[in-house]
């Protein structure tokens, strides 16, 4: 079992810059894969960025790619998402997620399935 707590939430304005946090309760490099999730109102969750345990493969969505940075400090066994250029479409709640398994390709990282989940933090892009 994993828990993962989200922090850096809040509410900026467009164009602005948030760096999110995922605390682990186990140390990420045991971890295969993290990633962030986000689910904006009467839409449903998706995967935006995620990371690979090594550090060496992360993918990103489109709507976020050059603008949203996926981290992980397996000393500090946490998660970042650094978050630059916001936009009033940011606007959701961020969710951290993490699974077991190990993935060795960009695409096996794209797949949403994840098996613990944080609380979520709301970030709010003001126009």
């Known amino acids: 079992q994993v828990q993962l707590i989200e922090s850096g939430g809040g509410l900026v304005q467009a164009g602005g810059s948030l760096r999110l946090s995922c605390a682990t309760s186990?140390?990420?490099?045991?971890?295969?894969?993290m990633g962030w999730f986000r689910q904006a109102p009467g839409k449903e969750r998706e995967l935006i960025a995620a990371i690979s345990r090594s550090n060496d493969i992360t993918y990103y969505v489109d709507s976020v790619k050059g603008r949203f940075t996926i981290s992980r400090d397996s000393a500090k066994n946490t998660l970042y998402l650094g978050m630059n250029s916001l936009k009033p479409e940011d606007t959701a709640v961020y969710y951290c997620?993490?699974?077991?398994?190990?993935?060795?390709?960009?695409?096996?990282?794209?797949?949403?399935?994840?098996?613990?989940w944080g609380q979520g933090t709301q970030v709010t892009v003001s126009s």
């Open positions: 997620a993490a699974r077991p398994q190990s993935v060795f390709t960009q695409l096996q990282l794209s797949d949403p399935t994840y098996d613990y």
């Open positions: 186990r140390r990420t490099v045991g971890i295969g894969a």
